[in-house]
């Protein structure tokens, strides 16, 4: 699979560049970006062949088979379908869109573009190819927990690490906290559940006019389950903090860092009887996704992490803005 690069933004290397070389069948060979010149420099610094100053020629290259988009929010919509109309497979970064909206025209594109050329529309949430995930699904599984009656999610960052200068802080391209970060809990707690919550309150901080530096939301499923989570650009406290926590009747099952386990996880379960600590597999979330990708190419099958999954992640994060008092992202 060639694959190319749709901007030349900081994620790329550690999400494609790093686990590419690891994964056979995958062979990174472009960027594109808004001038030839940041193209040129970004060529050279991965030793790329090809280096495109604009989007348009890198999905006009017949050199491209799949494309990795690591745009802002704000213009994921744009370009996702325009490269499915291209006839690239597509790898888009978190969160899918800006909206709800936006991400049901995108899955609707997906669709079609998988039944018409056999392409495939995938979402980067490089944490759900995890091993991790398994063991999570097992305890969940083994009814250890009794029945569960609340999950919270929690992806935190201290104050000044984004800096106010960082696009995530800009209204116009889709910045937010709960965009950013938030989008994580927010699916970390709708896997546990298995269905779509209800938003029943959520309260923000916006050091910048619309763009929340801190968001807390709580929910509720039909089932009766409760939920919360919390997303901050602005701590508080000096260190990250990364988790999912969902208590039970009988016990409370803990995962440190579900997010990237490579920088170090955790899995506790407690109950009355003690706590069980598991040790969480150290590769690479972005190992696990690109080979997903690559097998999805490879044998036209839909990854986990796209159509309803992505449309509801969305529709979710409009209504926490929504309760919040703060504009849909693309409003």
Same mark, same amino acid.
């Given at each position: 699979?060639?694959?190319? =690069? $749709?901007?030349?933004?900081?994620?790329?290397?550690?999400?494609?560049?790093?686990?590419?070389?690891?994964?056979?069948?995958?062979?990174?060979?472009? @960027?594109?970006?808004? &001038?030839?010149?940041?193209?040129?420099?970004?060529?050279?610094?991965?030793?790329? &062949?090809?280096?495109?100053?604009?989007?348009?020629?890198?999905?006009?290259?017949?050199?491209?088979?799949? %494309?990795?988009?690591?745009?802002?929010?704000?213009?994921? *919509?744009?370009?996702?379908?325009?490269?499915?109309?291209? +006839?690239? *497979?597509?790898?888009?970064?978190?969160?899918?869109?800006?909206?709800?909206?936006?991400?049901?025209?995108?899955?609707?594109?997906?669709?079609?573009?998988?039944?018409?050329? +056999?392409? %495939?529309?995938?979402?980067?949430?490089?944490?759900?190819?995890?091993?991790?995930?398994?063991?999570?699904?097992? !305890?969940?599984?083994?009814?250890?927990?009794?029945?569960?009656?609340?999950?919270?999610?929690?992806?935190? =960052? /201290?104050?000044?690490?984004?800096?106010?200068?960082?696009?995530?802080?800009?209204?116009? %391209? +889709?910045?937010?906290?709960?965009?950013? $970060?938030?989008?994580?809990? !927010?699916?970390?707690?709708?896997? @546990?559940?298995?269905?779509?919550?209800?938003? !029943?309150?959520?309260?923000?901080?916006?050091?910048?006019?619309?763009?929340?530096?801190? =968001?807390?939301?709580?929910?509720?499923?039909?089932?009766?389950?409760?939920?919360?989570?919390?997303?901050?650009?602005?701590? /508080?406290?000096?260190?990250?903090?990364? &988790?999912?926590?969902?208590?039970g009747d009988d016990a409370t099952m803990t995962a440190i860092? /579900?997010?990237? /386990?490579?920088?170090?996880?955790?899995?506790?379960?407690?109950? #009355?009887?003690?706590? @069980?600590?598991? &040790?969480?597999?150290?590769?690479?979330?972005?190992?696990?996704?690109?080979?997903?990708?690559?097998?999805? @190419?490879?044998?036209?099958?839909?990854?986990?992490?796209?159509?309803?999954?992505?449309?509801?992640?969305?529709?979710? %994060?409009?209504?926490?803005?929504?309760?919040?008092?703060? #504009?849909?992202?693309?409003?």
């Open positions: 699979m060639k694959l190319g =690069l $749709l901007a030349a933004a900081r994620i790329t290397t550690q999400a494609i560049i790093d686990p590419a070389r690891s994964v056979e069948g995958v062979d990174v060979v472009a @960027v594109a970006a808004r &001038d030839q010149g940041r193209a040129d420099e970004a060529a050279e610094r991965w030793d790329l &062949d090809l280096a495109f100053g604009s989007y348009e020629a890198l999905l006009e290259s017949d050199e491209i088979e799949a %494309i990795y988009i690591a745009t802002p929010a704000a213009l994921h *919509h744009r370009w996702t379908i325009a490269a499915l109309a291209a +006839g690239k *497979h597509v790898l888009c970064e978190k969160p899918f869109a800006n909206n709800a909206t936006e991400a049901s025209e995108m899955v609707a594109a997906g669709r079609d573009a998988l039944a018409d050329r +056999g392409l %495939i529309l995938m979402e980067a949430f490089h944490w759900r190819y995890h091993p991790f995930v398994a063991q999570m699904q097992a !305890v969940l599984d083994s009814g250890e927990l009794g029945p569960i009656r609340h999950v919270e999610a929690h992806f935190n =960052l /201290p104050d000044q690490e984004i800096p106010k200068t960082d696009i995530r802080w800009n209204f116009a %391209i +889709g910045g937010g906290a709960l965009m950013d $970060l938030g989008c994580y809990p !927010v699916q970390w707690v709708r896997w @546990v559940a298995g269905a779509e919550p209800e938003v !029943v309150s959520a309260e923000a901080e916006c050091p910048v006019e619309h763009v929340d530096g801190r =968001l807390t939301a709580n929910l509720r499923w039909p089932s009766g389950v409760t939920g919360t989570i919390e997303c901050s650009m602005i701590g /508080p406290g000096d260190r990250p903090r990364i &988790d999912l926590i969902v208590n860092n /579900p997010l990237a /386990p490579q920088n170090g996880a955790s899995l506790r379960v407690s109950s #009355p009887a003690g706590t @069980v600590t598991h &040790d969480v597999d150290s590769s690479s979330t972005y190992l696990h996704q690109l080979v997903a990708f690559r097998d999805a @190419v490879a044998n036209g099958v839909m990854p986990i992490t796209s159509g309803d999954d992505a449309i509801q992640n969305m529709a979710t %994060i409009d209504a926490c803005y929504i309760a919040a008092g703060l #504009p849909v992202r693309g409003s």
